[in-house]
């Protein structure tokens, strides 16, 4: 059964395998038009509490059983691909080329999942503690059993994918999990809730809560004793008062997984193919620039600076941009117009403070045109932080050196690039800007399904995502020796 997109629709949350109707609901309306594409429930205690009792400790499935169900939801998604990608497109305004690559995405990632789930149950996880002529008795035996309950809260701006990286490893690795999306993008995991379901998935495998404000309900899902792993991707401040919720409730020693903001900086040396470079710098603009890997600063060495920009500039000035339903749009609208204005006053205060405006800096509603600015300096804000939108910001520098030195002053370390000729350089950056992960002549966003995912500082605490590693985090390890 398709979301009712209708004024009409009963509101409602996924629990227990079924829709639980709520006695109050919230619309959610495209970010371009301001259309309705749906409506949902409000949760309240009765629903948070009924949540977390249905699913702590209840998924008992076989891995074999596990992945076929994943499996299944992949063979979904692949068939039904378009009308996945039209409600991204409808909830979170991405543009329907970038939502049909995020379904794609997701499909990978349920087909990743359900590998690793047979692979896991298949696996020696004693064979890693035996050491060569080291004697055997008595014999070690190494169990590994999933997370009673856990719990994770995903953002907007991935409204189908960054929920499938959080519910695939669970159901792989047979952990119960309660997700609250965000309430400005919902509607993709409910439908995931429903696709599972109808793949096989037990009820209470996967139980979703939306509401706004959200800050209640995050504050319960968290702060529940049976609670054994929170896994959270948002912003730096919300992942930090997260962690302040756990800490007081009890919950310091509860595993945390946040996968937190970025300040993704690309470096273009002097013997850089530039065509290539400006091709990879277009990466600020995907998803609108709403993604935590989006390239934020553009670190351009002196002798090439000018034609890279003029390069650049012509690519940026052929994008399309505006309605994110039009098969031809590149750019489509941020979350709602207030982060449009809020984008709009930043790239002012840089274009006030010495930058050069050379394409862009327009906005219509909650699309800001996609924008690049020259001539930036390093303390100015929209470089300093975040800005999350479409926006190209370059920063000239005389040498890898100053490159450094620039972004280590930053204390995000989610990821970040280098497009040179030079893979002495690029191995020397990346060792001394230690970002989470890095691409030689490639957008910082790169990543696949499976590989470790995840940033330092103040991108976060160490912790991996992606499938391989979130399926090992949802697991404890017991030992039991036979004497």
């Given at each position: 059964m398709l979301i009712d997109t209708s004024r009409k629709a009963e509101p409602f949350v996924w629990i227990g395998g079924r829709r639980m109707r709520t006695a109050e609901g919230f619309e959610v309306r495209n970010p371009y038009s301001g259309e309705v594409a749906g409506r949902v429930g409000q949760a309240t205690e009765h629903e948070v509490c009924a949540a977390l009792d249905g699913a702590a400790g209840r998924l008992a499935l076989p891995p074999d059983e596990r992945a076929a169900v994943l499996d299944r939801a992949a063979r979904h998604y692949d068939e039904n691909a378009e009308s996945a990608a039209r409600l991204i497109t409808a909830e979170a305004g991405i543009c329907l080329k970038q939502a049909r690559h995020e379904v794609w995405r997701a499909v990978s990632a349920l087909?990743?999942?359900?590998?690793?789930?047979?692979?896991?149950?298949?696996?020696?996880?004693?064979?890693?503690?035996?050491?060569?002529?080291?004697?055997?008795?008595?014999?070690?035996?190494?169990?590994?059993?999933?997370?009673?309950?856990?719990?994770?809260?995903?953002?907007?701006?991935?409204?189908?994918?960054?929920?499938?990286?959080?519910?695939?490893?669970?159901?792989?690795?047979?952990?119960?999990?309660?997700?609250?999306?965000?309430?400005?993008?919902?509607?993709?995991?409910?439908?995931?809730?429903?696709?599972?379901?109808?793949?096989?998935?037990?009820?209470?495998?996967?139980?979703?809560?939306?509401?706004?404000?959200?800050?209640?309900?995050?504050?319960?899902?968290?702060?529940?004793?049976?609670?054994?792993?929170?896994?959270?991707?948002?912003?730096?401040?919300?992942?930090?008062?997260?962690?302040?919720?756990?800490?007081?409730?009890?919950?310091?020693?509860?595993?945390?997984?946040?996968?937190?903001?970025?300040?993704?900086?690309?470096?273009?040396?002097?013997?850089?193919?530039?065509?290539?470079?400006?091709?990879?710098?277009?990466?600020?603009?995907?998803?609108?620039?709403?993604?935590?890997?989006?390239?934020?600063?553009?670190?351009?060495?002196?002798?090439?600076?000018?034609?890279?920009?003029?390069?650049?500039?012509?690519?940026?000035?052929?994008?399309?941009?505006?309605?994110?339903?039009?098969?031809?749009?590149?750019?489509?609208?941020?979350?709602?117009?207030?982060?449009?204005?809020?984008?709009?006053?930043?790239?002012?205060?840089?274009?006030?403070?010495?930058?050069?405006?050379?394409?862009?800096?327009?906005?219509?509603g909650s699309v800001i045109a996609p924008t690049v600015l020259d001539r930036v300096a390093p303390e100015m804000e929209i470089v300093r932080r975040e800005t999350f939108g479409p926006v190209a910001p370059v920063i000239r520098v005389r040498s890898l050196d100053d490159c450094v030195r620039i972004v280590t002053a930053d204390n995000h370390r989610l990821s970040g690039a280098i497009v040179t000729a030079s893979e002495e350089a690029a191995r020397a950056y990346a060792a001394a800007i230690r970002v989470g992960q890095f691409s030689w002549n490639g957008p910082p966003g790169y990543r696949t399904e499976s590989a470790p995912f995840g940033g330092f500082g103040d991108s976060g605490n160490g912790e991996k995502e992606g499938v391989v590693d979130a399926t090992r985090a949802l697991l404890r390890l017991r030992t039991f020796y036979r004497h």
């Open positions: 087909l990743a999942a359900a590998h690793e789930a047979r692979r896991m149950a298949a696996m020696d996880w004693a064979a890693p503690y035996h050491i060569p002529g080291q004697a055997r008795a008595p014999e070690l035996h190494v169990v590994p059993e999933p997370v009673a309950l856990a719990v994770a809260i995903t953002p907007f701006n991935h409204p189908l994918n960054q929920v499938v990286h959080k519910v695939a490893p669970a159901v792989a690795a047979g952990a119960p999990l309660v997700i609250k999306p965000s309430d400005q993008a919902p509607l993709s995991a409910l439908r995931l809730a429903e696709v599972l379901g109808e793949c096989g998935l037990p009820p209470h495998g996967l139980n979703v809560v939306c509401g706004r404000p959200a800050a209640p309900l995050v504050q319960a899902l968290v702060s529940d004793s049976r609670v054994e792993l929170v896994s959270f991707t948002g912003s730096v401040a919300v992942g930090r008062a997260i962690a302040r919720v756990m800490a007081a409730n009890g919950a310091e020693l509860v595993r945390y997984v946040p996968e937190l903001g970025g300040n993704a900086a690309l470096a273009v040396l002097a013997d850089a193919d530039l065509d290539q470079a400006a091709r990879v710098a277009l990466g600020a603009f995907d998803n609108a620039g709403q993604r935590c890997t989006a390239i934020n600063r553009i670190l351009v060495q002196e002798p090439v600076a000018d034609a890279f920009v003029a390069r650049l500039t012509e690519l940026t000035a052929g994008l399309r941009f505006g309605d994110p339903f039009d098969a031809q749009t590149d750019v489509g609208p941020v979350i709602n117009e207030a982060s449009a204005i809020r984008i709009e006053h930043v790239i002012q205060g840089a274009v006030r403070e010495g930058a050069h405006l050379c394409v862009g800096g327009i906005r219509e």
